[in-house]
């Protein structure tokens, strides 16, 4: 009988993201998979949108390996020129969360210096 050894835990308690920079908007994607909507939360304060997700393992369960990372992940993203009564979406499903965020185009961000 071949016996199953692994001594080493996964390190990866982090979560994969992309940014995108569109036109009007930033997209941020992060996978969450296996998670339940209301384990997440997502806050923006000024410029600073934070991503808090919580994973919490099953009590009186056996496990032979187990491998998954439990507890709070938190991801925190700087974004630039936020538009500020902006209408901010967030959407999760199949294990992806999407934030959608507009900004302020580069009309909008634009100074002007009178010369005096």
Excluded: C, H
């Excluded at 199953?4 to 996964?10: A, S, T």
């Excluded at 994969?16 to 997502?42: A, M, Q």
């Excluded at 056996?62 to 936020?82: A, I, K, N, S, V």
């Amino acid at each position: 009988m071949i016996k199953f050894y692994y001594d080493l835990k996964p390190s990866r308690n982090y979560m994969n993201s992309t940014v995108e920079v569109l036109d009007p908007e930033y997209v941020i994607t992060v996978d969450l998979p296996g998670l339940k909507k209301e384990d997440i939360k997502v806050t923006l304060e000024e410029d600073i949108l934070t991503i808090t997700a919580k994973r919490t393992k099953e009590e009186n369960k056996e496990y032979y390996l187990d491998e998954r990372y439990y507890g709070e992940l938190t991801r925190t993203f700087r974004l630039q020129d936020l538009k500020e009564d902006g209408e901010y979406k967030a959407i999760y499903e199949n294990g992806v969360l999407t934030v959608r965020l507009p900004k302020l185009t580069e009309a909008e961000t634009k100074k002007i210096i009178t010369i005096e």
